[in-house]
């Protein structure tokens, strides 16, 4: 393979025969199932994967075969074939799906209207993952056209990774037989800290969804007649969180949730944070005076792959600021969402949440913690080559 043949194949390649089809990618509002309740009759799936895997046949790979894979009550699947010279198999993993639209979007940009300035494509699914395909054919068509062997390659495009890939594992056993043995599995799901290297990702977190609901009156009354009296369901959902989270340094009082970090992970991510210097900050976007929760390097990077984290991703019960009138409202219902670290069993952390959040709530408050989702991280066994810049 020559370099320079490459880059300008690829450069080529993804400007003519990649763009134009990506941005209408972006076009399609194909939520998540577990963020759009009407998905199966919406059609989004279905236009997503009439788009991208006409492109496919398009492409004019040879022996390329592709379908699209339905298993009852789940979100459909690609899975596509090209055959190979070696006799080996290499696996591309993407997904379709995308996160709801989210707030703070520039005026001038919109979730579902794609967007070129510069060198990037603003648009929801551009990076999450609406590349992985393209990225995948990309490579092959460039060992193609240098008349390169190469692996058979299988691709694999699941419909439900932001709602925790639901029914994902039984697609992959329906396939296990044409998948085969891979040699190799690619996960175009993950990012690089530059564009200078190329990166491997090491570890993922895990991830919980729950919702907590506190619960106090029957109804609404005038804040004028129970204010003082009855507590604020915020307040009393705002001491059940400080039960799990330190308010004030952000750490996970859950024992199960915390690991120990190991060495050579730490010393991986000190080398890091040398390579990649002030850059470990950019990745941020901060308004002007506000800090991160750490100021040195490596703790950055450690606390977002080792450290468990939580946040409050929604809410209900409460009314917009239009609507918001002086009562005191029944109920508050707030959905968590929180970072667990690799080698960390979600499945006990969801026990020992449920168990610390409902335990005598105050004021004898009706306390719920529903669990939505649950997803254990991962880490690559340790690493023997050595470190140098």
């Given amino acids: 393979m020559t370099q320079d043949v490459t880059k300008d194949f690829v450069s080529?390649?993804?400007?003519?025969?990649?763009?134009?089809?990506l941005k209408q990618y972006v076009s399609i509002p194909c939520k998540s199932q577990s963020f759009d309740a009407n998905w199966q009759q919406s059609g989004f799936f279905d236009e997503a994967i009439n788009l991208l895997t006409q492109w496919m046949r398009a492409q004019n790979l040879p022996g390329l075969q592709v379908e699209t894979v339905r298993l009852e009550n789940y979100a459909p699947c690609v899975y596509a074939e090209?055959?190979?010279?070696?006799g080996k198999t290499v696996m591309f993993y993407g997904h379709l799906d995308k996160m709801p639209e989210a707030t703070g979007w520039r005026e001038d940009l919109d979730p579902w209207k794609p967007v070129v300035e510069g060198d990037k494509l603003y648009g929801r699914g551009s990076v999450d993952n609406g590349y992985s395909l393209f990225s995948a054919i990309t490579a092959?068509?460039?060992?193609?056209?240098?008349?390169?062997?190469?692996?058979?390659y299988v691709i694999v495009l699941?419909?439900?990774?932001?709602?925790?890939?639901?029914?994902?594992?039984h697609y992959l056993e329906y396939l296990k037989d044409r998948i085969d043995n891979p040699s190799l599995i690619v996960v175009l799901d993950a990012g690089g800290s530059d564009y200078e290297r190329l990166w491997l990702t090491a570890s993922l977190r895990g991830l919980l969804l729950g919702r907590l609901r506190v619960d106090?009156?029957?109804?609404?009354?005038?804040?004028?007649?129970?204010?003082?009296?009855?507590?604020?369901?915020?307040?009393?959902?705002?001491?059940?969180?400080?039960?799990?989270?330190?308010?004030?340094?952000?750490?996970?009082?859950?024992?199960?949730?915390?690991?120990?970090?190991?060495?050579?992970?730490?010393?991986?991510a000190k080398f890091m944070a040398k390579v990649l210097g002030d850059r470990i900050y950019e990745d941020f976007?901060?308004?002007?005076?506000?800090?991160?929760?750490?100021?040195?390097?490596?703790?950055?990077?450690?606390?977002?792959?080792?450290?468990?984290?939580?946040?409050?991703?929604?809410?209900?019960?409460?009314?917009?600021?239009?609507?918001?009138?002086?009562?005191?409202?029944?109920?508050?219902?707030?959905?968590?969402?929180m970072r667990l670290p690799p080698c960390?069993?979600?499945?006990?952390?969801?026990?020992?949440?449920?168990?610390?959040?409902?335990?005598?709530?105050?004021?004898?408050?009706?306390?719920?913690?529903?669990?939505?989702?649950?997803?254990?991280?991962?880490?690559?066994?340790?690493m023997r080559a050595s470190m140098e810049i």
């Fill in 216 to 268: 106090l009156l029957k109804n609404s009354i005038h804040s004028g007649v129970g204010g003082g009296a009855v507590a604020s369901t915020f307040r009393i959902a705002r001491q059940l969180l400080n039960r799990i989270e330190d308010m004030y340094t952000g750490d996970i009082l859950i024992k199960s949730a915390n690991v120990e970090i190991p060495d050579d992970r730490t010393e991986q």
């Fill in 285 to 337: 976007p901060m308004l002007e005076g506000c800090k991160l929760m750490h100021d040195v390097g490596h703790e950055v990077l450690l606390s977002r792959s080792w450290r468990p984290s939580l946040s409050v991703i929604g809410a209900d019960g409460l009314p917009t600021l239009e609507n918001a009138g002086n009562a005191l409202r029944p109920f508050t219902t707030l959905m968590l969402g």
């Fill in 82 to 86: 090209i055959p190979g010279h070696t």
């Fill in 140 to 152: 092959i068509k460039c060992l193609q056209a240098q008349n390169l062997p190469h692996d058979r």
């Fill in 344 to 382: 960390c069993e979600a499945q006990k952390v969801i026990q020992d949440l449920k168990q610390t959040l409902e335990n005598e709530p105050p004021y004898g408050a009706k306390v719920s913690f529903t669990p939505t989702a649950a997803v254990d991280g991962w880490a690559a066994p340790k």
């Fill in 158 to 169: 699941e419909c439900a990774e932001e709602s925790g890939s639901i029914g994902f594992p």
């Fill in 12 to 21: 080529n390649f993804w400007d003519t025969a990649v763009m134009p089809t």
